[in-house]
T-cell receptor, first 115, second 114 residues
């Protein structure tokens, strides 16, 4: 099965700073790399994803970069705002291995953005 | 957000009780999932139902019994639970057959076992 590790486990930044969270995985067949955000007391929601044929994807202040050779991908948040404070989970998956999305989640990174 | 709903939102039960968690999705999806989320632990996949058939059971104790009567509804029947089963139980759904499919989560049921 897939082994997934996220670093750091907690991250504290000042508003306006950048934040980077890294996710390493073990299954070289993984080809889909999503990031989920879970605000306090709320459900996880997909915020950005990338496929294995793309090295980088950006959506406004968030971006994801992928290094398939090294088997890791990272979430980048620029110009952080207090509403970015949440737990972030990576969930790499071999989307072609089964017909359903069996995600293996990382342990989560608690991001705190101080005003 | 009303795409995936869960009831009850909070549940307190004794170790000898029997209770059920309910999940309903209004997105037309055909795969549904149960996850357990404990403090300081990653989201743990418990069960997967694809086209109403259970396709995944991640070594979950038999005191947890899932049921999927149709593609819109998913239940988790609980009996003789232990205090360490206290956690947030999340339901999710997705569309099978669509590559790179996003999972949509419900708000969760906060379970406390006394």
């Amino acid at each position: 099965g897939e082994n997934v590790e996220q670093h750091p486990s907690t991250l504290s930044v000042q508003e306006g700073d950048s934040a980077v969270i890294k996710c390493t995985y073990s299954d070289s067949a993984s080809n889909y790399f999503p990031w989920y955000k879970q605000e306090l007391g709320k459900r996880p929601q997909l915020i950005i994803d990338i496929r294995s044929n793309v090295g980088e994807k950006k959506d406004q202040r968030i971006a994801v970069t992928l290094n398939k050779t090294a088997k890791h991908f990272s979430l980048h948040i620029t110009e952080t705002q207090p509403e970015d404070s949440a737990v972030y989970f990576c969930a790499p998956v071999n989307a072609g291995g089964t017909s359903y999305g069996k995600l293996t989640f990382g342990q989560g990174t608690i991001l705190t953005v101080h005003p | 957000e009303t795409g995936v709903t869960q009831t009850p939102r909070h549940l307190v039960m004794g170790m000898t009780n029997k209770k059920s968690l309910k999940c309903e999705q209004h997105l037309g999806h055909n795969a549904m999932y149960w996850y357990k989320q404990s403090a300081k632990k990653p989201l743990e996949l418990m069960f997967v139902y694809s086209l109403e058939e259970r396709v995944e059971n991640n070594s979950v104790p038999s005191r947890f019994s899932p049921e999927c009567p149709n593609s819109s509804h998913l239940f988790l029947h609980l009996h003789t639970l232990q205090p360490e089963d206290s956690a947030l139980y999340l339901c999710a759904s997705s569309q099978e057959g669509v590559p790179y499919n996003e999972q949509f989560f419900g708000p969760g049921t906060r379970l406390t076992v006394l």
